[in-house]
């Protein structure tokens, strides 16, 4: 099958839908420079299911947009494997780019960076229409209707360029674009960390709704914890490159196993004051290491506050834990309870 295909060359048969919606297995995205190899990623397993609402939180610099973008192939890999609705990702883009393209989108961080300044906001919602040759003006026209509806916005912005446009209305542009030809993935990078606060809820809210009304898997990379808390129903936590824990966002959330995650939950306010009043947050010392020199034995030994000799030894494992998700952390209880 080519791109020149008339037919939507995307998978729906059962066995497609029936696995998870991504796949990673051992994926390594390692930069040379001048000072040395930077392993920005370093051996990731993932599975994303279908339909599932997905974050991947973390510290600056643990790795999670580098992730995201060599999931769908913004950034080469130096190892692994991964597999999007059953197909893998590096032959499928190879053999029809313009189907890959229908299946998974992506959302940048900036919308205003994402976004030629010289189009106006008709002309961006066209353009992926037009490359893929969907409908006529008319139809296109039609569509373009639909997308304003989906992300409430008006068609008064239609004829306004970005610069004229609030964040939300970008992002809002940025979001419908994705979804222009129908995508069964989107993979959204920090797509709130650029608006207001004010303005963050109205575009959770919208990609809640999106993910329940059109049926999508959307994986999102966050920093803000209290927002994965709101809308993601599966949670991974990287750090230095690496998976330190994963699972399920309610018995996550309720009972994290690894001290990392439980030292950023234990920084994220509570909206409840009697809460707020008995909360005692985790303080790590120093920074993250290096990518460019991981200590040996556990990334985060460094700086845990529960650490044990085997910590500086060996590298642990992902390991299943009560509550159903998998931990990487020599003391993580099976019982699921928490270790510090």
Not at 105 to 125: A, C, H
Not at 173 to 199: G, K, N, Q, T
Not at 227 to 252: D, K, N
Not at 263 to 269: D, R
Request: proline letters at 7%; glycine letters at 8%.
């Amino acid at each position: 099958m080519t791109d020149s295909d008339a037919s939507d060359p995307r998978p729906r048969d059962k066995a497609a839908n029936s696995g998870p919606a991504i796949e990673v297995e051992g994926l390594k995205v390692h930069f040379r420079t001048s000072a040395g190899l930077v392993r920005a990623v370093d051996g990731v397993d993932l599975a994303v299911q279908n339909g599932a609402f997905h974050g991947i939180v973390g510290e600056s610099g643990c790795g999670k947009t580098t992730l995201a973008r060599a999931i769908v192939g913004l950034q080469s890999a130096t190892a692994g494997h991964v597999r999007i609705l059953g197909r893998d990702r590096a032959d499928w883009q190879r053999a029809n780019r313009k189907g890959f393209a229908r299946s998974v989108q992506f959302i940048f961080q900036d919308p205003l960076g994402s976004m030629s300044r010289r189009q106006s906001v008709l002309q961006t919602l066209e353009e992926p229409l037009r490359i893929h040759g969907i409908g006529n003006a008319a139809a296109r026209r039609r569509k373009v209707g639909e997308l304003l509806d989906l992300v409430s916005l008006p068609a008064s912005v239609l004829d306004r360029l970005p610069r004229s446009l609030s964040g939300g209305q970008r992002q809002r542009v940025s979001i419908a674009r994705a979804l222009a030809l129908d995508p069964r993935v989107l993979l959204c990078d920090e797509p709130l960390s650029a608006l207001d606060v004010s303005v963050r809820a109205q575009i959770v809210n919208l990609f809640a709704r999106l993910q329940d009304q059109l049926g999508l898997t959307i994986v999102i990379v966050a920093h803000d914890l209290a927002i994965v808390r709101e809308v993601c129903s599966a949670v991974t936590v990287m750090y230095l490159g690496r998976v330190a824990e994963e699972g399920a966002a309610r018995p996550f959330f309720a009972d994290p196993t690894h001290p990392y995650s439980q030292a950023l939950l234990s920084a994220v306010p509570s909206p409840d004051p009697r809460v707020e009043a008995t909360r005692v947050p985790v303080l790590l010392e120093g920074d993250p290491p290096s990518p460019l020199n991981p200590p040996a034995g556990c990334r985060f030994s460094t700086r845990c506050p529960v650490v044990i000799e085997a910590c500086r030894v060996t590298e642990p494992q992902l390991r299943a834990v009560q509550h159903g998700g998998r931990s990487a952390c020599h003391l993580a209880d099976t019982s699921g309870h928490p270790i510090l």
